[in-house]
T-cell receptor, first 113, second 114 residues
């Protein structure tokens, strides 16, 4: 089955800096890679996703890149703000049959003013 | 209008008790899930239902029994609660069971077993 590793587990940056979170996956059949943001005491919320036919996707200050050959994908947040502080999860799944999202272990991002 | 709603939000109970968590989605999605988030924030799937049928059953003790009366509802009943069951339980739904769409999560149920 799929296994997703995520690094770092904790990331502290200054406001305005960039933040990068990296994930690797094991199942070459995986073709859907969403990212979720979970604020303290709240539900995980989808912030961006990418499919395997695309190498990069951007939405304002966040972007995701995918390297299918190396089986890794990354979340990039530019011009970080204190409200970006949260736990971020990557996930992966294959788009065939009965599949499930397998989540990484999460990255706690702290943006200091 | 909440897309995926769970009740209760908090549940404190004693070891050995039986409790239920309810989940409803109004998104018209075909697939619903239960995930467990432990104290280290790790999100692990427990069950998945597609149009009322169980399609994923991870290695979960049989004290946990999901029920889906229709595709908009997925409930979780837990018998003989143990200390290790303390966690946040999230219900989620997605457009289909193929895994190619993101999930919408409920607000979670924080279960504390004392």
């Amino acid at each position: 089955g799929e296994n997703v590793e995520q690094h770092p587990s904790t990331l502290s940056v200054q406001e305005g800096d960039s933040a990068v979170i990296k994930c690797t996956y094991s199942d070459s059949a995986s073709n859907y890679f969403p990212w979720y943001k979970q604020e303290l005491g709240k539900r995980p919320q989808l912030i961006i996703d990418i499919r395997s036919n695309v190498g990069e996707k951007k939405d304002q200050r966040i972007a995701v890149t995918l390297n299918k050959t190396a089986k890794h994908f990354s979340l990039h947040i530019t011009e970080t703000q204190p409200e970006d502080s949260a736990v971020y999860f990557c996930a992966a799944s294959a788009n065939t049959g009965f599949q499930k999202l397998v989540f990484g272990t999460g990255t706690r991002l702290l943006v200091s003013p | 209008d909440t897309a995926v709603s769970q009740t209760p939000k908090y549940l404190v109970t004693q070891m050995g008790n039986d409790k239920s968590i309810k989940c409803e989605q109004n998104l018209g999605h075909d697939t619903m899930y239960w995930y467990k988030q432990d104290s280290k924030k790790f999100l692990k799937i427990m069950f998945s239902y597609n149009n009322k049928e169980l399609i994923i059953n991870e290695t979960v003790p049989n004290r946990f029994s999901p029920k889906s009366p229709d595709k908009a509802h997925l409930n979780l009943h837990i018998n003989s609660l143990e200390l290790g069951d303390s966690a946040v339980y999230f219900c989620a739904s997605s457009q289909d069971s193929g895994g190619g769409f993101g999930y919408t999560f409920g607000s979670g149920t924080r279960l504390t077993v004392v």
